[in-house]
Nanobody
Framework: QVRLVESGGGLVQAGGSLRLSCAAS????????MGWYRQAPEKQRELVAFITIGGGPVYDPSVKGRFTISKDNAKKMVFLQMNSLKPEDTAVYYC?????????????WGQGTQVTVSS
């Protein structure tokens, strides 16, 4: 059974930084991508950043240049360094693993971690 556990959320002032971590456990069929989504109140869940199965990062334009995604393959962990945070970054952040080892692909989600940026 695949399990994703996020950590690192919290309350920070605008301009501050936070680092999110996500640890995956269980059998994940390769290849797979890892990434982060977020959902603000009364809004749809949206992509923040992910690392493709080829290893390259992809960012939503709203976070490019401020957020950096990285991962540790051996530990099956993905990280999101968030700098220059803005109030509009406030949301619940979800870790995502998308496994392409089966057809159709399969998505796994963490429970979410709250990020609140005060102005």
């Amino acid at each position: 059974q695949v399990r994703l556990v996020e950590s690192g959320g919290g309350l920070v002032q605008a301009g501050g930084s936070l680092r999110l971590s996500c640890a995956a456990s269980g059998n994940i069929f390769s290849p797979y991508s890892m990434g982060w989504y977020r959902q603000a109140p009364e809004k749809q869940r949206e992509l923040v950043a992910f690392i493709t199965i080829g290893g390259g990062p992809v960012y939503d334009p709203s976070v490019k240049g401020r957020f950096t995604i990285s991962k540790d393959n051996a530990k099956k962990m993905v990280f999101l360094q968030m700098n220059s945070l803005k109030p509009e970054d406030t949301a619940v952040y979800y870790c995502n693993v998308r496994s392409y080892g089966s057809i159709p692909y399969r998505d796994y989600w963490g429970q979410g971690t709250q990020v609140t940026v005060s102005s």
